[in-house]
């Protein structure tokens, strides 16, 4: 069985650290993927609910504009009945 040489036994310590260094870095990259794809749909569902209250927001003013609209109608109706008798 030949020996290994110095050099040969730094390149296997270093090879087997770069494995390390790579397995590190695929799990850091899953790990960042999965986190990057769950903040995506959050904003996702962020952007579901914040149309969902401009609508609501803007069904309420329609609904406050009516009424403004209505009884302003009916004050001028009972404004003109009270002014011909």
Not at 33 to 60: F, I, N, Q
């Amino acid at each position: 069985m030949p020996v290994k040489t110095d050099t040969e036994v730094q390149l296997a310590v270093y090879m087997e650290r770069l494995d390390s260094y790579i397995e590190t870095q695929a799990q850091l990259n899953k790990t960042l993927v999965s986190g990057l794809a769950r903040v995506d749909r959050e904003l996702d569902d962020l952007h579901g609910w914040r149309s969902k209250v401009y609508g609501v927001k803007t069904g309420v003013v329609a609904l406050a504009l009516l009424v403004l609209h209505a009884s302003a109608v009916m004050a001028s109706f009972i404004g003109i009945s009270t002014w011909m008798d």
